[in-house]
């Protein structure tokens, strides 16, 4: 119950840091508003769970946030995730570094797109 009023209260003070930035700082970030206040309001494991699956797909956080219109759309994805406790299990796996038919992530929405950065980057 703590967590949720500390969760509640981050986002609070996030919203209104948000609100109070001008265009041209949100510019600066490369998002809108609308986009800032969307990525404030996420769920705090869900940047932490995405960067984890995209390192599976031998991608580096830089990999995934050189497109910034990219990592908010895996962002989104991950958070609307249908099938999250399959994601919890396969990130709990006993062997982490252990190579991954990356084929068998069928549960992963960013799945496909992972597969496409880790082709163009492998060019």
Known sequence: MM?????MFRLSRDLHEIEAMSDAALADLG????????????????PTRMTAMA???????????????????LL??????GDLATCHRFMARA?????????MLSFCPNRRTFDA????RAV
Not at 3 to 7: M, N, S
């Open 55 to 73: 390192k599976v797909f031998g991608l580096s956080v830089t990999d995934v946030m050189a497109d910034r219109r990219l990592w908010q759309e």
């Open 3 to 7: 967590e949720r009023f500390l969760r």
């Open 31 to 46: 998002v809108s508003r609308a986009e800032a206040i969307a990525l404030a309001a996420l769920p705090d494991d869900v």
């Open 117 to 120: 950065l880790a082709r163009a």
């Open 76 to 81: 989104s994805s991950c958070s609307h995730c």
């Open 95 to 103: 062997e982490p570094d252990d190579p991954v038919d990356t084929r």
